[in-house]
């Protein structure tokens, strides 16, 4: 009977450790966002953030607008 528990026991220790490996490894990651850099200043801003223009990105509609006269 003592067997079935330490059995149990290991079970569980096994099962904690391999919640909290991929608990910590999957949502925690932090997301590397695609970073262009500006065609008038070079100035790196996130691809969501970026102003397109021409096939090009700018980090503001001012640096499209000064490189696209
Ligand atoms: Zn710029």
Known sequence: MKTIFVLIAILLIWWVIRTLRSGRSNP????????LSCSYCGLHIPEDEVVQHHNKAY???EHAQKDNP
């Not at 925690?28 to 970073?35: A, F, L, V």
């Open 28 to 35: 925690s990651k932090p997301q590397i966002k695609n970073m």
């Open 59 to 61: 980090c503001s509609k």
